[in-house]
């Protein structure tokens, strides 16, 4: 299991540039395979969630080649329409294959994803909207066995704007006949990119990035070639590395305008900001750092998945700040580990309380998902002395090259492999 070496303290200075966004990438491979054919993706981020995907789909039957960013999908021959436990219990978005498989086989048998480190994460509204379109759904020995001799265009109401409901049901939508309504869809843009694609396809789909999609069914689509669009959570994450050691970087190749939010969060917790075509920098030389309370909703609201960063970053700030969770109410296992390195945070319900200090000082800490170690390197980079950051599989998850990105900006940073 590898580890980070990392003497903190230092203040991160330089440009670099962002990769593609994972969360778009998922549901794209998945898209796939409602044609027949090469389907090619660029900007794909190297990340071993990308790799558990291309698994996904090599077992369905698609030929995969990740290349310099570049992915190429054959699923010509795809013949088989189960993911595997083994796969999808190592990253939950396997379950977007579910829709895609419907809308090709008629028939699918996937694993529910199972237990969580971010809580419990139901996929009922999935289940609910299939069978809105006309699926018959069972579970067998845990797995969904979806069954649909046709589909049927529907109103479906999702109770939660949840991203996944709503791209695996766009998805599976495509298959029914006639026009499917997804209300109170979710607004991501990674849901905006998924519909792009499939409308490049061919598809005929309105209203994506608004909460009301309307799929217009039966759609033929052939393959297409597709750059995904820039990682905002990365983006956030790296310029809060920048902040949160006092220094000043620029970030090249990313998309402020799906950032709002966050980062108007970040100027007034004291960063100057100056956002440029695809560009954006941040400098926190000779400021401050003040709090900021948040809380995360859906989109375009502040991301749950820059929480445990933003949790960091607030741990050094003047003053005292409120970080609320409304998404996943128990994704705070961060929290325990920032107090290793010296933050006064105490957590209460879907709250974290944080009185900031001055200085966190190095330790040993562990990397619980993907969000909560983006929390800790941050939180080590600024910490005086050495820390080790154990389990950094997490990060290798989610951020392409981190400890090369952030050594390029000044960081000492080391992995090491035990
Ligand atoms: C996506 O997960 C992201 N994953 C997550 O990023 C992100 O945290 C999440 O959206 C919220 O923004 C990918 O895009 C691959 P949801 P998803 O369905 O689609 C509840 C990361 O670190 N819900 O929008 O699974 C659910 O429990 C990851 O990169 C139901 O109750 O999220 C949660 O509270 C982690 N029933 C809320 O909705 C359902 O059937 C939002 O979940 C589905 C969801």
Request: charged share 20%.
């Amino acid at each position: 299991m590898d580890r980070f070496a990392i003497e903190g303290g230092r203040p991160l200075e330089g440009k670099i540039s962002g990769s593609g966004s994972k969360n778009a990438t998922l549901p794209l491979m998945a898209a796939s395979l409602l044609t027949q054919g090469v389907t090619v993706i660029r900007n794909v981020p190297e990340l071993q969630d990308i790799r558990t995907m291309a698994m996904v789909l090599r077992v369905i039957g698609a030929d995969i080649i990740l290349e310099n960013g570049t992915l190429n999908i054959d699923t010509s021959r795809c013949n088989f329409w189960e993911a595997p436990y083994e796969l999808v219990r190592k990253m939950r978005a396997s379950f977007y294959v579910l829709g895609p498989l419907i809308a090709r086989f008629g028939k699918a048998r996937v694993s529910l994803p199972g237990g969580c480190a971010l809580g419990p994460r139901p996929v009922d509204l999935h289940l609910k909207g299939l069978q809105q379109l006309g699926c018959d759904i069972s579970i067998d020995s845990g797995y969904v066995v979806a069954k649909a001799r046709k589909l049927k265009g529907s109103e479906i109401r999702l109770d939660i704007a949840s991203v996944g409901a709503t791209g695996n049901l766009m998805m599976a939508a495509l298959a029914a006949n006639g026009v499917t309504l997804i209300d109170n869809a979710a607004c991501e843009p990674e849901i905006v990119d998924l519909a792009s694609m499939l409308c490049a396809m061919g598809a005929e789909i309105r209203g994506a990035g608004t909460p009301q999609v309307e799929v217009v069914g039966p759609a033929y689509l052939n393959p297409v070639e597709w750059t995904v669009i820039p990682d905002r959570i990365e983006t956030a994450t790296l310029l809060m590395a920048g902040a949160v050691t006092g220094g000043r970087i620029r970030l090249t190749g990313c998309r402020s305008d799906h950032l709002t939010i966050f980062l108007d969060k970040i100027k007034e917790a004291g960063a100057d900001v100056k956002v440029e075509d695809s560009s954006v920098t941040i400098d926190m030389h000779g400021r401050k750092l003040g709090a900021v309370d948040v809380t995360t909703a859906v989109y375009p609201g502040f991301p749950t998945d820059l929480q445990p960063p933003w949790t960091a970053l607030m741990s050094l700030a003047e003053g005292d700040t409120v970080i609320t969770d409304s998404i996943y109410p128990e994704r705070f296992t961060h929290v325990p580990e920032l107090v290793r390195l010296g933050a006064r945070i105490h957590k209460k319900v879907n709250s974290a309380y944080i009185k900031g200090v001055d200085h966190l000082t190095g330790a040993e800490v562990m990397c619980s998902d993907i969000r909560a170690a983006a929390s800790l390197i941050l939180a080590t980079l600024a910490a005086e002395g050495r820390s080790n950051l154990m389990r950094v599989y997490h990060l290798d998850r989610g951020y392409e090259r981190i400890e090369e990105k952030l050594a390029a900006l000044g960081a000492k940073i080391q992995r090491i492999s035990e």
